[in-house]
């Protein structure tokens, strides 16, 4: 091919990805869209520059030229300390995976126990497991399957046992709020310098709505996150703290260990992404937290026995139907799911739950205008394709109930 076909076939591939997508449900419980404002601010101009800096001054620049990208980054930092009541704000991560890696190997030493959720991202144990043979052990945090959260009393007496440095929560699986204050009580009888991490990456969107729960007031030393799931902003990390010497620490683990330059073309989206959610966030939140809780119960209206049912289904943006009546692979099921054009993941569920999970999200439908009364349609779409109906028939119903999310919301004009 010669230079103007290859740019064609290119070209072809991406207009065929987007228009595929525009016919599916997409589910996943990780992914959104910016609003259009943010897309706008997303400048690429920037990502031809270099920001970085030493500790946590960012005037402090390494590279000439920088004076408005500092005063760039200072803005968006002033927003989220707004929007987030933090007091100290790091971009630097270029995802939540590196802001969490970068926290725990920050204020972890050699030999320190970390207490992390199971299903969560286990920043301690994939240091603990890298080549590198970092010097922590990190210890799964008991889970009550049925009630998907912590299992408090259990451990209560793991924290007395261990006085681990670490305690990280959060979860891929996040459906209810986690005991932030009750687990850092018990932290501090049994380790009063050891730390609480919390791991918001799916639902710190919700936090910024007030609609979930408030990490810092609750005892958390650090939040950690990324900053596109429920967020909805450009794809990116972040950590919040309000003590400095945490800041300190982690913002030389950062530069020069982790990265040098941090993506500046993402800054100014990111800003964006906060003045919406101080303009937009409660209602948006809201309305993700009701569309979850509809699908939840339409699934369940369905005979699909689902996860947290008793409880209200979630109270995030994530659902988990438990599926073990149309197979006992959640992967297969979701490959049966995408053939219908249904995007979706599986989940993994505790032995006294089940055997085959899916996890579901409804935060990007919701941005699109998703409803409560588009759930009993979703919810039938999802029943034919897993109950095996064909999927040419199953495709084009997704399509008409995908067509009606067609405008961003929650967002400035």
């Known amino acids: ?67 408005y990208i500092a005063e760039i980054e200072a803005y968006t930092q002033e927003l989220a300390k707004e929007l987030f009541n933090a007091k100290f704000v790091d971009f630097r991560p270029l995802s939540g995976n590196i802001a969490g890696i970068a926290t725990t190997f920050a204020l972890a030493e050699p030999g320190d126990i970390a207490l992390e959720v199971h299903n969560g991202h286990r920043y301690a144990n994939k240091l603990a497991s890298s080549p590198l043979k970092v010097e922590l052990q990190s210890i799964p945090i008991p889970w009550d399957g049925l009630r998907s959260n912590i299992d408090l009393p259990a451990t209560f007496e793991l924290i007395k046992q261990h006085k681990p440095k670490i305690v990280n929560i959060g979860s891929g699986v996040f459906l209810f709020p986690q005991p932030v204050a009750e687990l850092k009580s018990a932290m501090r009888q049994a380790n009063p310098d050891s730390y609480l991490i919390y791991d918001a990456a799916h639902v710190i969107g919700l936090i910024a709505g007030k609609r979930f729960q408030s990490p810092f007031e609750e005892g958390a030393d650090v ?116 053939a219908c054009h249904i995007i979706a993941g599986a989940a993994g569920l505790s032995p006294e739950v089940g055997t085959s999970g899916l996890r579901f999200g409804v935060q990007e439908v919701t941005r699109w205008g998703m409803t409560s009364e588009d759930a009993q349609d979703i919810a039938d779409c999802i029943v034919a394709a897993l109950s095996g109906e064909s999927s040419d028939t199953v495709k084009p119903k997704v399509a008409r109930v995908a067509q009606r999310f067609n405008t961003v919301q929650f967002a400035l004009k």
């Open 1 to 67: 091919m010669n230079p103007n076909q290859k740019i064609e076939k290119l070209t072809s591939l991406l207009n065929k990805h987007h228009e595929y997508r525009e016919t599916c449900l997409n589910l996943i419980a990780s992914e959104n869209t910016p609003s259009p404002l943010v897309e706008a601010l997303f400048d690429e101009r920037l990502a031809r520059r270099y920001g970085n800096y030493s500790g946590i001054d960012l005037y402090q620049r390494n590279y000439k030229g920088n004076r």
């Open 223 to 338: 939040i950690i996150s990324s900053t596109h799931k429920t967020l909805a902003g450009p794809q990116g990390g972040i950590v919040l703290t309000n003590d400095k010497s945490i800041a300190e620490r982690i913002g030389k683990t950062l530069y020069p260990l982790l990265m040098s330059n941090h993506h500046l073309s993402r800054l100014p989206a990111l800003a964006g992404t906060f003045v919406e959610w101080m303009a937009c966030g409660a209602a948006h939140a809201d309305a993700i937290v009701t569309n979850a809780k509809a699908l939840g119960q339409a699934l369940a209206d369905r005979d699909i026995p689902m996860l947290g049912a008793e409880l209200g289904f979630t109270e995030s943006h994530t659902l988990i139907p438990i599926v073990d009546a149309f197979g006992d692979d959640g992967n297969e099921l979701a490959n049966q799911l995408e």
